[in-house]
Nanobody
Framework: QVQLVESGGGLVQAGGSLRLSCAAS????????MGWFRQAPGKDREFVAT????????YYADSVKGRFTISRDNAKNTVYLQMNSLKPEDTAVYYC?????????????????WGQGTQVTVSS
């Protein structure tokens, strides 16, 4: 089992940047496929990005492609989400998730482990 703790959220103006971190503890971090999801008020949780165990496979939602970058440091048991050119519609609680299986995944049901989330607010 793995425990996930997100950090790095906050308030930023449109066009600004934030870097989210997700620190993992428990079983070997490098065994997990990692993902980022987000949930805006009144909306369903949606996929943002995912990264395979050794970062060979990365996939983004169309809404963030070209602006967000997912990365991981297996030595530090941490996955990151660099968010640039932020827009007000990026405002949401961002969740880190882990999957102990083969292959990246884009649906929340495929991830067994979740952090508590970190709030990102982008002002216009």
């Amino acid at each position: 089992q793995v425990q996930l703790v997100e950090s790095g959220g906050g308030l930023v103006q449109a066009g600004g940047s934030l870097r989210l971190s997700c620190a993992a503890s428990g079983r070997a971090f490098s065994s997990y496929i990692m993902g980022w999801f987000r949930q805006a008020p009144g909306k369903d949780r949606e996929f943002v990005a995912t990264i395979s165990r050794r970062a060979f496979d990365i996939y983004y939602a169309d809404s963030v492609k070209g602006r967000f970058t997912i990365s991981r440091d297996n030595a530090k048991n941490t996955v990151y989400l660099q968010m640039n050119s932020l827009k007000p519609e990026d405002t949401a609680v961002y969740y880190c998730a882990a999957r102990l299986a083969i292959g990246i995944a884009t649906t929340q049901g495929e991830y067994a482990y979740w952090g508590q989330g970190t709030q990102v607010t982008v002002s216009s």
